[in-house]
């Protein structure tokens, strides 16, 4: 079982930035893909960033050129920084790690608020 902590949500202006940890622990070792989804009112959860153990990185259309995904392996952590925030990226972000594909993910985390006012 691997377990994910999400911290760094919160209400921000539209153009500001915000960055996203994510602590997992657990059966780590396990995991090469981690990554981060978000939900927003009403709307279907749809994938934001993933990255792989070896640093690659892959984006969703929606967020492209604005986000950037890291990790820090030593740390167990993974790192969402969002730039130029606009109100329709106001959303519940999740962590998640276990790639399964289509969207999906072998685990979550509970979920951090962004919110972004116009």
């Known amino acids: 079982q691997v377990q994910l902590v999400e911290s760094g949500g919160g209400l921000v202006q539209a153009g500001g930035s915000l960055r996203l940890s994510c602590l997992a622990s657990g059966s780590v070792f396990t995991i090469n893909n981690m990554g981060w989804s978000r939900q927003a009112p009403g709307e279907r959860r749809e994938l934001v960033a993933r990255?792989?153990?070896?640093?690659?990185?892959s984006y969703g259309d929606s967020v492209k050129g604005r986000v950037t995904i890291s990790r820090d392996n030593a740390k167990n952590t993974v790192y969402l920084q969002i730039d130029s925030l606009k109100p329709e990226d106001t959303a519940v972000y999740y962590c998640?790690?276990?790639?399964?594909?289509?969207?999906?993910?072998?685990?979550w985390g509970q979920g951090t608020q962004v919110t972004v006012s116009s």
């Open positions: 990255i792989t153990s070896g640093g690659s990185t």
């Open positions: 998640a790690a276990g790639w399964l594909g289509g969207g999906s993910w072998r685990y």
